[in-house]
Structure formats: C-alpha cells, structure tokens
C-alpha cells in the first residue's frame, strides 16, 4: 500500500497538494450517502491524497497510514483549528471540550478527566450499565422481532441520564429523555450542513423549532444544576456531582454554562457511538457462531451474579469489542484544520488545508490485518497493535476521553443479555451507512430473542490478550 511519501499526483487538485478524485460533487454525494465504499475506492489513490469535502469545507489531505496518523494526531494541538466549526456549532455548544482547541481545550480535559479514568468511578457507572440492560432487554417479547442498534440507544440513553446526569428520580428522567429528543428531532441535517438556514423567520420554521427545543432543555438541565448545586457535598460519582466538586488549576469553579455545555457534549459525542457497536457486536457474534459459542464458554467463567466490572477482565469479550470496532469504526474518520504548514510523511502539507485520517481505511490495511473483512477476534491475540495501527478512540490529545467508559459500557451490555438469554438474527444480510456525522448498519440489525439463556459449563480455551483500551 502507498505511503504519503510515495503518493500519487494523479487528478489535478488545489495547487501544492497531492492528488485525488476530480469530481468533488460525487465524492461529496458518496461521502453523504455510502461513505464506505467510498473509503474503499479512495485507497487507489494512496495515503495522502485529496478530496474536497462537502459544502465548501475545502480539500482536505486523506491519510491512513499509522506514520501519517502518528504525525496528525502527536502534532501539537497549537498547529490546528476545528474542522468545520460552524457544522460543529449545531451540535456542540460553545464551552464544551469539543469545541475548544490550544490550552483551553487542555485545561477542560484536565478538568473532565478524574470523571472518566477513576477505577471506583467506572465502577460506579457499571452497575447501571447492568441493570439498564437487563431490565429493557427483558421488556422485548420472546420470539418478537425487535431492531437491536434502537434497543441500544434507549439502554445507552438511559445510562447517560442515570451516570452522567445523575438523575435517579423516574419522573425527572421521563421529562428529560423527552426534551433530549425533542432537540434530536428538531436538528435537522440542513440546519447542521446550511447555516444560512439558522434564522428564526418570526417564529416559525425548522429554526425556530431548534430554539424552542434547545431552550426549554437548558432550562431543565440549569435547574438540575442550580439543585445539585444547593445540596450538601456528597459521595455521588455521577458526572454531574464530579464536574460540580471539579476546580481549574488556579482554583476556580467551572460556571453552570460550562457544566451545562459539557453535559450536553458528553451525552451527544457518546451515546450513538457506543449504541451502533453494541448492535454491530450482536450482529457478528451471530453472523459466526463458533465466535459466539466461544464467548458463551468465556462468560461463563464468572459467576452469573459475578459484579458487572469483571467483564472488562474477561479478553475475548475485549477482542470481539475491538473487532467490532475495526471493521466499521462507528466514528469513521477524524478532522484537523491546519493552522501552520504539518510535515506528514515527506510531504509538507500547507496551512488552510483540512487533515484527516480515516480509520476506516486504516482498519482495512492488509498489511495490518490480513483478510480485513472478514470478522475474526482471535487476531488481537495473534499480534499487539500500536495506538496508531488500531484507534477506534482516535489517538493524541483529543483520544475519547469517554473511551473506558464506553468500552465497559459495550463489554457489561453485550454480556448481560447474552447471559440471560439467546437471540437469533433476522437477517444475514446487513451493510454500513451515513447515519449522522458518524456510520452504522443501515437495517439496524434485526434480531428476536429465541430463548433464556441455558449457563455453559466453564471452558479451558487460552484467551486474547487486550489491546488498546
Ligand atoms: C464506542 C463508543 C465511542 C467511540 C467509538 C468514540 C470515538 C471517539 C473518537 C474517535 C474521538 C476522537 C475525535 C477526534 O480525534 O477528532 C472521540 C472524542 C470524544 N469522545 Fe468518544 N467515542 C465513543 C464513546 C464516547 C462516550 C460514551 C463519551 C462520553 C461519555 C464520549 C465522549 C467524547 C468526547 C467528549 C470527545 C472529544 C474529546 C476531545 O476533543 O478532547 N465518547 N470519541
């Protein structure tokens, strides 16, 4: 496979960078609507080629080699801005992490972060995670099909408003499940790509809607805050409780509107992500039984009432999580603009030009992973991978700051309902699509729930060993 270094100048392009495809319009089109075959096509053209991106956002130079990703994302964080920030600024609201860039954006992951890595935390948040699973998995009728990815987008929603919210109360977390989706529906894509659309005109229209819907849950979360701010110091781990005791280095307190824009970035940077792999998880074990019966054999070395944090020891689980991920990572590609020129490779890539590196591609390099399409765990035990080889969380210093987090949430879910029961797919066939900024399977993945789940007898097999989580 070309390195940047040997890339091809193929098609004209913006002048001083590598070639690419000619026709920006369907390498936009293709990007918006089959990104993956898209990425499938691209590799022709060799690790640091161009496209031009949808809507103006201007070329961008395409690298998915581990070197080009090592000097993207270990590049200090002063070389860049956001990538399509007003895109962005539908999304995401201004303070929040994913937002800020240079130091400002060091100091608030400095601030977040004892919410992400304490082990106690994350044990903290497993029991939920657990119990969520259980308790909405068994409201789905035995024998009755059900969609898998949105079966695990109400577990995942749930577990966002019981850990990171910190709300416990199940009228409270009614009103707010309801007010988080009245701003999901009301954010259309032409608001998000069309910013010249964002006008009230008088109170009516898709904009109005959007600020009706987003005022009425600020609204809601300033008076969770204002609440929990009131109450005397405690022992809670839920996000909230943690961001509110947090301080700056210089002793300062994080104001409401930060809380509130990072809880809002916590829940919309995380929960589809790990929902589309939690339901991509199901779809593979149940495409290849043999993969399935050997996770069976593994969760059966803990005891079924065995605490839910366990399951992150457990290695296949690991790998089958990992596998997941590489074959169709749910975040498909990552975004820098540069400030100042970057050396990637050999080449010099001029400022103004947008980076990327698309997982995706790099996931299929066969030198890396011979056979990249087909599904097979036992890879992860074969060979180590270097953050820069497999990075289903990015890598540097905007890596996932939800990535253990979310790799428990994956772990403790798929193991709690494959331990109470067995489910068969309703189809065989399923393919990956655009599904908002990220990708995912385009049916969902459609199962039933055949059965309660007989407990296999302890098995002896050697395991993976875990990577990069
Ligand atoms: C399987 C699930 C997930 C995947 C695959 C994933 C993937 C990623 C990736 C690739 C990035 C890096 C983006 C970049 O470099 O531009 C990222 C950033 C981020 N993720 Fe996740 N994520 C997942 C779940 C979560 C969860 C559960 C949370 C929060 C609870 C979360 C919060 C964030 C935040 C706040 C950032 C921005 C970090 C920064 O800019 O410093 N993610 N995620």
Redesign the pocket.
């Known amino acids: 496979m070309p390195e940047i270094n040997e890339m091809k100048s193929t098609q004209s392009s913006s002048e001083g960078l590598p070639g690419g495809p000619s026709s920006a319009f369907w390498t936009s089109i293709r990007y918006a609507t089959d990104p993956v075959s898209l990425y499938r096509d691209l590799t022709k053209y060799g690790d640091g080629h161009t496209v031009t991106m949808p809507l103006q956002m201007g070329p961008v130079v395409v690298a998915y080699s581990p070197q080009a990703a090592k000097d993207i ?1 270990t590049a200090d964080m002063s070389t860049f801005d956001l990538y399509g920030p007003d895109a962005l600024a539908m999304v995401f609201r201004p303070r ?3 937002m ?1 860039t240079g130091e400002a ?1 060091a100091k608030e ?1 400095k601030l ?1 972060m004892p919410a ?1 890595s304490r082990r106690a935390v994350l044990a903290a948040y497993a029991a939920t995670m657990k119990e969520t699973a259980i308790q909405y998995a068994s409201e789905q009728a035995i024998g009755k099909p059900f969609v898998m990815q949105k079966l695990a987008q109400r577990i ?1 929603l749930q577990v ?1 408003i019981r850990d ?1 919210f910190g709300v416990t109360d199940s009228a409270e977390q009614d009103e707010l499940r309801l007010r988080i989706r009245e701003l999901f529906e009301a954010s259309s894509p032409a608001l998000i790509f069309f910013p010249a659309l964002r006008r009230p005109f008088g109170g009516f229209g898709p904009y109005a809607n959007w600020q009706r819907a987003d005022a009425t849950l600020t609204k809601l979360i300033h008076g969770l805050i204002a609440r929990r701010r009131a109450e005397p110091p405690g022992t809670k781990l839920d ?1 909230l409780s943690l961001l509110l005791s947090a301080r700056y280095d210089d002793g300062t307190v994080p104001s409401d509107e930060v809380v509130h824009d ?1 809880l809002m ?3 919309l ?3 589809a ?2 929902a ?2 939690i339901s991509w998880v199901f779809y593979w074990l149940h495409r290849y039984p043999e993969t399935l019966t050997r996770l069976r054999q593994e969760l059966a070395t803990l005891p079924l009432d065995a605490e839910p944090e366990r399951y992150t020891e457990l290695s296949y689980l690991d790998a089958v999580c990992n596998e997941t ?1 590489r074959i169709y ?3 498909a590609d ?3 603009k540069l400030k100042v020129p970057l050396r990637i490779g050999t080449r010099t890539i001029p400022a103004g030009t947008g980076v990327s590196v698309f ?1 995706t591609m790099l996931h299929a390099r066969e030198d890396l992973f011979p056979e990249p399409m087909k599904f097979r765990p036992e890879r992860f035990a074969e060979r180590s991978y270097t953050p820069f080889e497999f ?13 253990s ?3 428990q ?2 772990q403790i879910v798929v193991a709690s309902i494959l331990r109470h029961w067995e489910l068969g797919l309703e189809s065989t066939e399923e393919t990956a699509t655009r599904q908002g900024v990220g990708v995912g399977p385009k049916k969902g993945v459609p199962m039933r729930i055949l059965r309660a789940a007989t407990q296999e007898p302890a098995p002896v097999a050697a395991q993976p060993r875990a990577v990069n989580s």
């Not at 990075?391 to 990535?403: F, K, L």
Request: aromatic share 10%; glycine share 8%; charged share 10%.
């Open positions: 994302l929040s992490l994913v800020l954006h992951r977040l992400f995942m966002v990171v996000v990072e970035a916590l829940f940077a995380g929960h992500a790990t589309t792999t991920m990572p749910p975040v990552l975004y820098r997982t990075m289903p969380y990015g890598a540097g210093a905007r890596r996932c700051i939800g990535a987090f979310a790799h949430a994956l």
